[in-house]
């Protein structure tokens, strides 16, 4: 089993450790139905509808 020959050091763990930051934001894609932003392959949360069928019942939904 391969073990490391030098410990790492706090500077290069940290900066590993920070990486998860880095992380780019999904793009928003539009319901066809009621036209409001919602994130791709979800149900949107304005109307309740996925893929053309209603899916879930929204409070106020049109």
């Keep these: 089993?391969?073990?490391p020959k030098?410990?790492?050091?706090?500077a290069r763990?940290?900066?590993r450790r920070a990486n998860w930051k880095r992380l780019d934001n999904?793009?928003?894609?539009i319901c066809p139905n009621c036209r409001e932003p919602k994130?791709?392959?979800r149900v949107c949360l304005n109307c309740g509808?996925?893929?053309g069928r209603q899916v879930i019942k929204v409070k106020?939904?049109?």
């Design 49 to 51: 509808t996925y893929k």
């Design 60 to 62: 106020g939904a049109k």
């Design 6 to 10: 030098r410990k790492h050091s706090k």
């Design 1 to 3: 089993m391969a073990v």
């Design 13 to 15: 763990t940290n900066s």
């Design 26 to 29: 999904v793009d928003v894609s």
């Design 39 to 41: 994130l791709p392959h």
